[in-house]
Structure formats: C-alpha cells, structure tokens
C-alpha cells in the first residue's frame, strides 16, 4: 500500500468528531462571537470537560480555577481553544488503535513530550500561538498509528530502530516514506491549517527555514532521546545547530526537559486515550 492510498483509507477510518469540525467552520466565520463557539463546545460534554480540564492543567497553571466554558475560552483565547480542541479530537480519533503492536503508552509520552518541549521553546522565543506548536508536536507521529491499524506487521518491523538506525531511516526503508509525511498529509486532508501540518512535513529536513520548523526538529530529538533511554543516550539525535540556529545553550535544553517532565506526568492523561487518570 502507497502514501497516497494510505492517507486516503486513513481518511475514512479515522473521522474528527463532528464538534471539531463545526469549531473550524465556525472558526473560519468572522461573524461569529466566543458565545458561538462556546455553544458548540457545550453541546458536546466530553469537549466541554476536555476543555476546562486543559484549562486548569499543568499546561497553563492559571492561579484561579476556571468553572465555565466561556470563561476558559477567554483566558485561553478562541484560536488555542480550536487548537486544543483539536488535539483531543484527533487523540479520541485514534482511541481504538491496537495496543499489542506498539506500545501506546511510549507513543502517547513522546507526542506530548514534543509537544510540551515545541510549546516550551515558542514561549521561550516569544512567537505567537504557542499552542499551534504544542498541537504540531503532539500529531507529529499519528501517521504510525495509522500504519499499525492498516499495515501492522509493517508496524512491527518499523519498531526494531537503534543507535545506528533511526527511526525515520528504519521508516523510510520499510515503508518507502516517514511517518510524519504520512501525518503532514493526513491532517491536510482534514483541512487543518497548513501553520500544523508544515512543520511536521519538513521535522526531518536537514535546516529548518522557519522558526517553527527549527523548534519542532529540536523538541522531536529531544523528546525521542528522553523517552528511549533504553536505546538513545541523552542528546544522542542532539545536533548543536538544531539549538544554535535558536540561540539556545545546553543548560536552556536541560531545562526544558526538566520542566516539561513534570509537566508531562499530568498532561499525558489529557491527551492519550488510554491513559490513567494522574490527578
């Protein structure tokens, strides 16, 4: 099975719930008020709850809590909200996902690692909407679960990657492309701004031309060192230039693994569907 077949079968199973495709339109509608997308929020209650458990998460740390969907969308703003609303919809898109082919668990830690780190880094560089960075970070690698619900034993086979084979390499060999062109193509046709997916089209190219691109490079080595101690001692991926070409220093990085660490044991259960409620 081809890249283009692939995304066109992965297309039919893996449909967004219905609220977040009737949040983009109403997105889209420059007449249309936080009242408007609160209302579609609320008419969907596992949104609804997603939205003010991101809220009051460890992702913001906001000093009060927030209790109401208008209030949320207010002081998380109407573009992160779709943003985040769309994280979880396609997290719950792939909820069915084999787990005795893969470990979901690994997958799910290093998506929200990356990005937890993307989000870090964006803030840190002051660019806007940190959270379109987070979103890149997290759906980088839903193209592999894409392959383990159609192409499994390909899957497998695509696991066995070590210090002298990455990833990619051990992906492109296998499959004839990567998993996050798969991705990049997967989220483009379900009509998700190009600021999402163009990142994770170009994770792998060898210099990033914008800053986004260079932030989601560097968060993605960074995030598949971290959870495959097993296999990556740390910065093993790490090139200087990925953090040079940012103005980043190896204490920078060093913190952002910290912080983003701790982050991750709380905002994991918010986006893997599997995962076990931590708080």
């Given at each position: 099975m081809n890249l283009d077949e692939l995304v066109s079968k992965a297309e039919d199973l893996f449909v967004l719930p219905d609220s977040v495709t009737r949040l983009k339109a109403c997105m889209d509608d420059e007449a249309s008020s936080i009242e408007d997308i609160g209302d579609i929020i609320a008419f969907d209650p596992s949104l609804a709850t997603q939205l003010l458990r991101v809220?009051?998460?460890?992702?913001?740390?906001?000093?009060?809590?927030?209790?109401?969907?208008?209030r949320a969308i207010q002081v998380v703003g109407t573009r992160s909200t779709y943003d985040l609303a769309l994280a979880y919809g396609v997290s719950q898109a792939f909820s069915e996902v084999?787990?005795?082919i893969?470990?979901?668990?690994?997958?799910?830690?290093?998506?929200?690692?990356?990005?937890?780190?993307?989000?870090?880094?964006t803030d840190m560089r002051n660019i806007r909407e940190p959270e379109?960075?987070?979103?890149?970070?997290?759906?980088?690698?839903i193209g592999e679960l894409v392959v383990v619900s159609l192409m499994p034993e390909a899957a497998k086979r695509c696991q066995a990657f070590n210090a002298r084979v990455s990833p990619s390499d051990l992906q492109f060999g296998v499959l004839g492309f990567t998993y996050n062109t798969l991705s990049a193509k997967l989220i483009e046709k379900w009509g998700i701004p190009e600021t999402i997916y163009k990142p994770i089209e170009r994770i792998h190219d060898d210099e990033g031309e914008f800053p986004e691109d260079r932030i989601l490079q560097l968060s993605y080595v960074l995030a598949l060192d971290n959870v495959n101690p097993e296999v990556y001692p740390s910065y093993h991926n790490l090139k200087p230039e990925m953090h040079d070409a940012l103005s980043l220093n190896r204490e920078d990085?060093?913190?952002a693994l910290d912080i983003t660490n701790l982050q991750c044991i709380s905002v994991i259960s918010l986006f893997n569907p599997n995962a076990f409620m931590l708080y």
């Amino acid at each position: 099975m081809n890249l283009d077949e692939l995304v066109s079968k992965a297309e039919d199973l893996f449909v967004l719930p219905d609220s977040v495709t009737r949040l983009k339109a109403c997105m889209d509608d420059e007449a249309s008020s936080i009242e408007d997308i609160g209302d579609i929020i609320a008419f969907d209650p596992s949104l609804a709850t997603q939205l003010l458990r991101v809220a009051n998460s460890a992702l913001y740390r906001f000093p009060n809590k927030i209790d109401t969907i208008t209030r949320a969308i207010q002081v998380v703003g109407t573009r992160s909200t779709y943003d985040l609303a769309l994280a979880y919809g396609v997290s719950q898109a792939f909820s069915e996902v084999d787990g005795q082919i893969i470990d979901l668990d690994k997958f799910w830690e290093q998506s929200v690692s990356c990005g937890l780190l993307a989000k870090y880094f964006t803030d840190m560089r002051n660019i806007r909407e940190p959270e379109r960075a987070f979103v890149s970070g997290l759906l980088h690698n839903i193209g592999e679960l894409v392959v383990v619900s159609l192409m499994p034993e390909a899957a497998k086979r695509c696991q066995a990657f070590n210090a002298r084979v990455s990833p990619s390499d051990l992906q492109f060999g296998v499959l004839g492309f990567t998993y996050n062109t798969l991705s990049a193509k997967l989220i483009e046709k379900w009509g998700i701004p190009e600021t999402i997916y163009k990142p994770i089209e170009r994770i792998h190219d060898d210099e990033g031309e914008f800053p986004e691109d260079r932030i989601l490079q560097l968060s993605y080595v960074l995030a598949l060192d971290n959870v495959n101690p097993e296999v990556y001692p740390s910065y093993h991926n790490l090139k200087p230039e990925m953090h040079d070409a940012l103005s980043l220093n190896r204490e920078d990085l060093e913190d952002a693994l910290d912080i983003t660490n701790l982050q991750c044991i709380s905002v994991i259960s918010l986006f893997n569907p599997n995962a076990f409620m931590l708080y």
